[in-house]
């Protein structure tokens, strides 16, 4: 019998140790981060870039990372849908300040044809931390950059009386620029040159694959190489390069669209992410003295139990069910913290909605049409593609240029 109350001792002896140790863990509340305002600077190329080596770039919307999430998280996808747009375009801004590049455009999809891709996943975007995994690679499918970036901001980052108007995170996409930019530094100019070749093949070969089929080929390894390039003055080149103007028209229109979109968002956005700050800490904080609470709930039910198991009088076993009861107030009040923290995060909810991104029907003027293109984004420029196929078999069936012939190659 003594063997076993002594067993019973060390085992609830064990689990009040454990608890209270987790509870003085949880006990350390977050501390606020005092951050620095001052914004990082944007390098700018080591040497003059000659036109002919300066890369095109595309970074299409961000994806929303929203199969990421878990019940803990705030995330609203109505917001996380906008943010997908608006971070790939303050990214896009922030790279244009370098001079180190051609085109950089918010692109619909990887599937627009450019030299340079920046692609990403949002991880994680409450407010007070940004994290982002993001990609770099270029036409001919060679990566350059597989990277996760995380900034979290302290509490004065959204003081009104800063009043900046720059991006909160802003040194975060300056951070990104200057390692795609010192990626891009790597590369000799002919190395430059020839991706931007790459691009113009494989556009053509979109359009025209039986002429242009061979001019480009894959390894192994998906990379892209040049096999042979056409002659200067092709006929069929010439043409295709007409109609890649034309898609280039189609995506200045989506980034006026991109630009506008995040002017429009940025002041209520910013609000929202200051909302969400707020709610994200006070959230964390109630959510650690919840644990706590329940944690000594559970410690003193515990407690209580082994102390009527092993009183010796009447006085001693009401308190150990004094103590029990106290237990059991302190768990009661942890679930009510834990409540309150999760509708602390919910609080922004409505905020969200407001955000969502609408994508109106686009209206694009040629200069023997207007075509309408209506649904998303990515539909939207589904539809445009094919019209500029239609567009390229009119013209190859002209009188004059029905029979395509080849100017040779340059081997």
């Not at 987790?22 to 350390?28: E, I, P, R, T, W």
């Not at 060679?142 to 995170?169: I, M, N, Q």
């Not at 975060?172 to 931007?196: D, G, H, P």
């Not at 019209?387 to 081997?411: C, D, F, H, K, W």
């Amino acid at each position: 019998m003594r063997r076993t109350v002594t067993k019973r001792h060390n085992l609830l002896t064990a689990w009040m140790l454990i608890l209270s140790m987790a509870a003085l863990n949880g006990a350390h509340a977050a501390v606020d981060k005092v951050t620095s305002s001052t914004l990082l600077p944007i390098q700018t190329p080591s040497a003059p870039i000659p036109p002919e080596a300066l890369l095109d770039v595309a970074i299409p919307p961000l994806n929303d990372g929203l199969d990421l999430t878990d019940e803990e998280d705030t995330v609203f996808p109505e917001v996380r849908n906008a943010e997908t747009i608006y971070l790939s375009n303050q990214l896009a801004k922030t790279m244009e300040k370098s001079g180190a590049w051609g085109a950089i455009r918010v692109v619909p999809s990887a599937d627009v044809v450019m030299d340079v891709y920046i692609t990403g996943t949002i991880l994680q975007s409450d407010g007070e931390t940004l994290d982002l995994d993001i990609r770099v690679f270029d036409t001919s499918g060679r990566e350059w950059l597989k990277e996760r970036h995380v900034k979290a901001l302290g509490k004065y980052s959204y003081d009104r009386r800063l009043k900046t108007l720059a991006d909160p995170f802003q040194n975060l996409f300056t951070i990104i620029a200057n390692r795609v930019l010192a990626a891009r530094e790597k590369m000799s100019r002919e190395e430059a040159v020839q991706l931007r070749q790459i691009s113009e093949l494989r556009f053509a070969r979109e359009f025209s694959p039986e002429a242009f089929g061979e001019y480009i080929v894959e390894d192994r390894s998906g990379i892209l190489t040049i096999n042979r390039l056409p002659a200067e003055n092709d006929a069929i080149l010439e043409r295709i390069s007409m109609i890649r103007e034309r898609d280039y028209l189609y995506v200045d229109t989506m980034q006026d669209y991109y630009d506008a979109f995040s002017r429009d968002m940025h002041l209520p956005y910013q609000d929202f992410r200051r909302a969400s700050y707020d709610s994200v800490v006070k959230a964390r904080q109630l959510r650690k003295r919840g644990n706590r609470q329940i944690m000594a709930g559970i410690a003193g039910i515990l407690g209580g139990i082994y102390g009527r198991f092993n009183s010796g009088s009447f006085m001693a076993f009401d308190g150990s069910t004094a103590a029990a009861a106290v237990g059991g107030y302190s768990l009661k009040q942890g679930l009510q913290t834990k409540q309150k923290a999760a509708e602390q995060t919910e609080r922004v909810a409505e905020m969200g909605a407001s955000l969502e991104a609408v994508i109106a029907p686009q209206v694009i003027g040629l200069e023997d049409r207007s075509v309408t293109l209506s649904g998303t984004v990515q539909a939207q420029y589904g539809q445009w593609r094919e019209m500029l196929r239609l567009i390229y078999e009119q013209e190859r069936t002209l009188p004059g240029t029905a029979v395509e012939q080849r100017s040779g190659s340059i081997n």
